[in-house]
């Protein structure tokens, strides 16, 4: 076949250019999300340590009055 | 651990990529046979030529997990398969355009490398179920290694019966007689090369970490959910 004309071919090219950002995109927004989701596990987490560790003070100082 | 380096991989890759982008639209001429339809070759080729080695890397890393029983090994080779089947779909939709634009047809049953490539990405494909039927986490890694390395062998046979079915559809620019490419394409199609290979290792780097990052957050689960010493055990909330 013969080359194809410059605003002919401009599409292809484009679209083919335009498929592999989309899909570098799409694959960027997959990470981000699952880095959101490691971010609020991780704080959920930090809390939970953080009142067990006050829980515990808690309880040492009513053994340590109970004594 | 495996985010070292990252930014500064990152910030090469990003480089990389305008650089060959500007030489590819910019610097390399234009093709004679082709025209500017051309241009997807510096596209659809290194991603082809990157996720093929990919797969064979997948394969170099299962027979290291196999070898070690190191549970990275069975990450890397699991993370390179994921990327290269990602790249293998810009592969097909890329050569899917350029041959629609060349041939006048979005698909060619009867051209060795196209078909060839879909068996090697529909095969890689089945990848997925295979490991994920398997529920036991040291039996998955294992037999997904066996599939990993069995698959990764078949990549280098299948493009040698390609190159060998000679074929007079499929441009060969690499011939090593007659044709191949002229000092200003090769050029920018090796940085191309580059800037491809640089993309694949840092999205495999990235998927790495946060693969890592997500393990580690399950073990610092398990520990807080441990029952403290002489205490009941206290369960951390569970995020969906």
Redesign the interface.
Known sequence: MPALPLDEAGKYVAGAYVVFVVLIVVYVAIMAAKLQRIERELRELAAFAEARASGDQAAGVREEVGA | MYGKGLRQLSIATVAALAVSLSLVFFYAPL?A?????Q??FY??VP?AIVALLGFIAGGVFAVAHLRSDEGRWDAYSYVSIHMSV?FG??VL??GS??A?????HWWVWDEPTLVSFLIVFLMYATYYPFRYAIEDRDRQARYASVFAVTAGAFVPLNFMAVRLAESLVHPRVFATTGGGLPGSMMLTFLLSLTAIGL?WVT?VK??LT?KS??GQ?KR??RA?DAP?AGGRP?V??E?S
């Open positions: 093709d046979d082709q025209g500017f339809i241009k997807i596209l659809h991603l990602i779909v810009a939709v890329t355009i350029w629609k634009a060349s041939w006048g993309l999205l990235f998927e946060a990052a997500s957050l610092l689960r807080l403290p206290r951390a909330p995020v």
